[in-house]
Structures are given as structure tokens and as C-alpha cells.
């Protein structure tokens, strides 16, 4: 079931809504782009490398949502300006620090790919509503972030090593530590971590993104070079937030 969380706001929305992709995919930018024009509803417009700045921002400022990647995404969150507000990060990252980050910077929808179509373009409307759309999988990790304990720098070091399969000796004089005392390490990062074993620690500790986040690709510059939305029919909805 998908969780859309209503914001309160009654403006009215205009009956077509103009999405911009900004995506570091070209094949997810198309086959998205594509989808979208077939509907009655939708307009769509998929922008890539070696744009102006100026030309961007004027396309952002046209769009109703903006589909990007997680580091495009977040980089347009942050800047503040056009668009900033009605960010939909479509991305294969299902990282309880990723999403929780995103979360927090105020990206109104977090997509998972290889989900539903017909569950994306909900989300879309959802978004241009003034509503913050997630899934049940990024509710979960959302959950699961909020309950784990953190972990001592010094215990983030030690988890380090061990995903990259080293023993508590090893670990020891790497880091110039008694063996006893990595072992004391490892038995509190388990514990931390609810893990029965230093494989299982590891893996819980990628699929949290504990130790550092994941990227797609460097965020792109990006430049207008399919015109599906045109400027003359298009009007910025008011922002929702």
C-alpha cells in the first residue's frame, strides 16, 4: 500500500501536470518521458548534460514535479531556488541513510525502481497535489533507521575492516589496538547491529548505508533536448509547500 501524507494544501492544480526528468539514466529519462506523453494528463520534458544555467532554471521554473536522480535530487533541494520544492528522487538506493537523508532535505517523493508503474504515476499526481508520496519499502527502512543505535566512531572503523573481511588481528595492528580490545569492538557492533555473525553485520551495515552513501553517478549538468512540454501552454503551479 503506498502512503501518501496530505499537507493540507487546497490550491487548485491545473489539469495537465508538467513533469521535468532529470535523470543521470538515459534509458529510465526515455522510457519514463515516454510513458508520460501518452497520457492525457501528463507533459513531459527529459533534460540532459551540457546545459546553461539560465536555460535550466527556466525550465525548472515551468515544471509542476521533478523527477531526478538521488544526487541531481538532493544538489536541487539544497540550491534552494526553482523547482526545489516538488523533487521526486527515482533511484535504485533503498539505504536507510539515503532515505532518511532525503527525507530530511524535503524531497516530497522517494521512488524505488523496479516498483509499479501505475503506483509512480499515483505518486506524480500525489506530488503535484501538495502531498509527500513514499512506499511501503522506504517506510520500512524510514522505521528501521529510527530505531538502530549508533555506533562509536571508533566502532565505525572496526565495522569498516570487517566488511572488507579482515580478522580481529589483522584489524588489531591496522589500528594499533589490542587484539582483546578489537574483539570487545566487534561483540558491541553485533550487538548494535542485531547480527549473529560479522557477514551479517556487514551486510546490514551496507544495506543501511551505516558507513558511507551511496551514489549513482556525479550529479549531471543538464540541458533541455527533448521539448515535451511547451512554454507557451505551460503554467507553473503555484508551490505546495
Given amino acids: 500500500m503506498r502512503r501518501v501524507v496530505n499537507l493540507g494544501t487546497e490550491e487548485p492544480q491545473s489539469s495537465v501536470i508538467n513533469v ?15 510513458v508520460l506523453r501518452k497520457r492525457r494528463d501528463f507533459k513531459a520534458l527529459v533534460c540532459s548534460a551540457a546545459s546553461t544555467p539560465e ?63 501505475q503506483n509512480l504515476i499515483e505518486d506524480l499526481r500525489s506530488i503535484h497535489a501538495g502531498d509527500v ?23 565505525e572503523e572496526i565495522l569498516r575492516q570487517l566488511m572488507l573481511g579482515f580478522s580481529n588481528k589483522i584489524i588489531a595492528r591496522k589500528l594499533a589496538l589490542a587484539t582483546g580490545t578489537v574483539k570487545s569492538h566487534v561483540k558491541a557492533i553485533l550487538k548494535k547491529l542485531d547480527a549473529r555473525s560479522r557477514t551479517e553485520a556487514a551486510a546490514i551495515a551496507q544495506r543501511r548505508g551505516i558507513l558511507e552513501e551511496e551514489c549513482e553517478r556525479p550529479p549531471p549538468r543538464v540541458s533541455p533536448v527533448e521539448n515535451g512540454m511547451s512554454q507557451g501552454a505551460v503554467r507553473r503551479a503555484a508551490p505546495n509547500s
Fill in 55 to 117: 536555460g535550466m532554471a527556466r525550465h525548472l521554473s515551468l515544471a509542476d514535479v521533478v523527477v531526478a536522480d538521488y544526487d541531481y535530487g538532493l544538489r536541487l533541494i539544497e540550491s534552494g531556488g526553482a523547482g526545489s520544492d516538488r523533487v521526486m528522487i527515482l533511484t535504485h538506493s533503498t539505504s536507510e541513510a539515503n532515505v532518511c537523508r532525503a527525507l530530511e532535505q524535503g524531497v516530497r517523493g522517494y521512488v524505488v525502481l523496479g516498483g509499479s508503474l
Fill in 20 to 34: 521535468l526528468i532529470v535523470h543521470c539514466d538515459p534509458l529510465i529519462s526515455a522510457g519514463l518521458a515516454t
Fill in 133 to 155: 508520496a513514499v512506499g511501503p519499502l522506504v517506510v520500512s527502512r524510514m522505521a528501521a533507521w529510527m530505531k538502530q543505535q549508533t555506533l562509536t566512531r571508533r566502532e
